[in-house]
């Protein structure tokens, strides 16, 4: 047996032991969200009632509380990939909407990935093209909305979509490229 497969053998008998699933999870999404917007905007510093010291205070205080916004938002957006990560779709869904971020392209990708996951293409649809309205170049969304048309048996759309992919990614050998150039190849109807 050569080295690769050896090291493979004990990767899966201790997977195996500890009770660890080795089924590919296609679902890689971004481990941290973008930012989302809403929490980035700023103190209006066109209020002339307030000094320039006092406006500074506040802006302070406002970046401080954008930034505990975000990292609570990023925190929940890492537990609720997680129940995706652990095939728990409904729950993720649940999750990820109760983080009040729906515009946001990373957790709509996710939305409609575990929709697509339970089965349910028409809101699994609504929800990557939310995603693609928050961010037309969302790399991952159009791998996933690629993977959806092939689930749906439209290849010749998949095809188009992996061609979308080419041309954000520049070239043939970003992810989302490979991974929906494969499932075109192996011509499964289901990812």
């Known amino acids: 047996m050569s080295t690769g497969k050896t090291v493979l053998s004990r990767v899966l008998l201790i997977a195996a032991f500890c009770g660890l699933s ?17 929490m980035s905007d700023t103190v209006d510093p066109g209020n002339s009632n307030h000094s320039e010291k006092s406006s500074e205070k506040k802006k302070h205080r406002q970046d401080r509380r954008s930034e505990r916004q975000y990292q609570e938002f990023v925190t929940g957006y890492r537990s609720a990939r997680a129940l995706v990560l652990d095939g728990k779709y409904a729950e993720a869904i649940m999750a990820f909407r109760d983080l009040g971020h729906d515009d946001n392209p ?86």
């Open 106 to 191: 990373d957790v709509a990708n996710y939305v409609g990935y575990a929709y697509r996951k339970l089965g349910d293409y028409d809101l699994s649809k609504v929800w990557y093209d939310k995603a693609l309205a928050a961010d037309p170049n969302h790399v991952r969304t159009w791998e996933y909305y690629g993977l959806w048309h092939l689930e749906q048996g439209n290849k010749l759309k998949a095809q188009d979509v992996l061609e979308k992919i080419r041309l954000l990614c520049g070239n043939l050998t970003c992810q989302e490229y490979r991974d929906l150039e494969a499932a075109i190849e192996e011509g499964r109807d289901n990812y």
């Open 22 to 38: 080795m089924t590919p999870v296609f679902a890689r999404g971004a481990p941290t969200p973008a930012h989302p917007p809403s």
